[in-house]
């Protein structure tokens, strides 16, 4: 059944390590439990966007539109080097003896919904990805319903694998842990998501 290699093939592009994965940790780790589930539900509105995207051929716009493409990942790729910018930033000041009050709240729900909303959507080779595994997995002659089946087949796989997350990374062990380590784990996630937005910039041509 094609949707068993959905499954397969999303699966690994989801449990592998990039921006969605590491803004989901960090607002699991020093947000709330709403902050967190927000963030993961942006992330999956996303998934979403670019399920439908890939389903529908926006790949063959990119195509016809390279500047769109380009424009796009131009966009994404400085998002992603200020989001990085701005945790290491932040890790500075807390250093410097800058940091917020203890009684301070964190990040607001909303504000980590269209976080984990915006990196989703930073990185357009997202929907090239997706066109890609669709071409591979669905039957050439394929039926509205199996390409809805597809796409919410790519929803329900992230959905489980981040709910996942968020309750091993809401474990009072793996809270204290982070909370040692916290200037250092914040800077090697803004390197990270430097990391991910030069590569995405550099490769604008």
Not at 172 to 194: E, H, Q, T
């Amino acid at each position: 059944m094609f949707l068993l290699s959905v499954v397969a093939i999303w699966a690994v592009a989801a449990i592998t390590p990039g921006p969605n994965f590491f803004i989901v940790v960090r607002t699991a780790l020093e947000g709330s439990r709403s902050a967190a589930v927000a963030v993961i539900a942006g992330v999956i509105l996303g998934t979403f966007c670019w399920g439908l995207a890939g389903w529908l051929g926006i790949s063959a716009l990119f195509a016809a539109a390279p500047f769109a493409y380009l424009s796009l990942k131009i966009a994404g790729g400085f998002y992603l080097c200020w989001l990085g910018a701005r945790l290491i930033w932040n890790t500075r000041r807390r250093a410097g003896g800058l940091a917020p009050q203890a009684g301070r709240a964190g990040i607001a729900p909303k504000q980590a919904f269209y976080s984990g909303l915006a990196t989703n959507l930073a990185n357009p080779k997202s929907a090239v990805f997706v066109a890609s595994l669709f071409a591979a997995t669905l039957p050439a002659e394929h039926s509205w319903m199996q390409g809805a089946a597809a796409v919410a087949t790519m929803v329900l796989v992230s959905s489980l694998w981040y709910t996942f997350v968020l309750t091993v990374l809401r474990n009072p062990a793996v809270a204290g842990a982070y909370a040692r380590g916290r200037k250092a784990l914040d800077a090697a996630a803004g390197v990270i998501f430097m990391g991910f937005g030069l590569k995405l910039l550099t490769s604008a041509r």
